[in-house]
């Protein structure tokens, strides 16, 4: 084995978990937006005015951390070599990935961190079909049943899915990687665009005011 051959297994095995690690931070990030009456339980049991501020601040940064790091690593992940080296579920993840980032900046820069802005569920909802593409590619496409169990149990369904649904399936999964790529980082690169306008508009804003 060549040193070539290893650095490219390391990196096809550092991105896959970067990957994956995405889709369950997307998971954690709905799951602590979604659970606001649970943190004002918690908040009650807090004394101190600065343990209070601290503490609404953490839990809508937390969300807005696990945001970032999903919508950064589909940035990373989302262009055709990449897409070739490793298992994603196409089109589901990549259309999850724009759809996270929709949430983000509907949070950062349209009010939605605020429980009475209609954005705030606005950036929920997203972020629930998200996370709804993103389970459903994850489990039946990227997880779906090994070369091993389709040789003692054939199934149609699972050998078309493995063969044209993973973006590193060829020679299928790499012709959609390539319609999905077209489609999807495009938008992707709109939505950030529309984030870094909407972030000069508040900073034009605040320079007036």
């Keep these: 084995m060549t040193a070539h ?4 297994a390391l990196e096809v095995w550092t991105l896959q978990n970067l990957l994956n690690f995405s ?3 997307g998971m954690v990030a709905l799951g602590l937006t979604v659970i606001q009456q649970y943190f004002k339980s918690l908040e009650k ?3 101190l005015r ?3 501020e601290i503490w609404k601040i953490f839990t809508v940064l937390i969300v807005d951390i696990c945001l970032s790091f999903v919508v ?4 990373m992940i989302l262009n055709p070599d990449i897409l070739a080296d490793i298992k994603v579920a196409v089109p589901f993840v990549p259309a999850a990935m724009v ?6 900046v509907l949070r950062l820069f349209k009010g939605g961190h605020e429980i009475k802005n209609p954005n705030f569920f606005r950036a929920l909802w997203v972020m629930f079909a998200a996370n709804l593409i993103n389970i459903i590619g994850f489990t039946l496409v990227m997880e779906a049943p090994s070369k091993a169990y389709l040789i003692n149990h054939p199934s149609p369904f699972w050998t078309f899915i493995k063969t044209h649904l993973r973006s590193n399936a060829d020679p299928h999964g790499l012709e959609l990687s390539q319609i999905t790529f077209y489609i ?3 938008l ?3 939505v950030l665009i529309w984030g870094f306008f909407l972030a000069i508009k508040q900073l034009k804003n605040n320079r007036e005011n």
């Design 5 to 8: 051959t290893i650095e490219k």
């Design 23 to 25: 889709i369950i931070l």
């Design 45 to 47: 049991k807090l004394t």
């Design 50 to 52: 600065v343990s209070i």
């Design 72 to 75: 950064l690593t589909g940035l």
């Design 99 to 104: 759809l996270f980032a929709v949430a983000l």
């Design 184 to 186: 999807f980082f495009p």
């Design 188 to 190: 992707l690169i709109l």
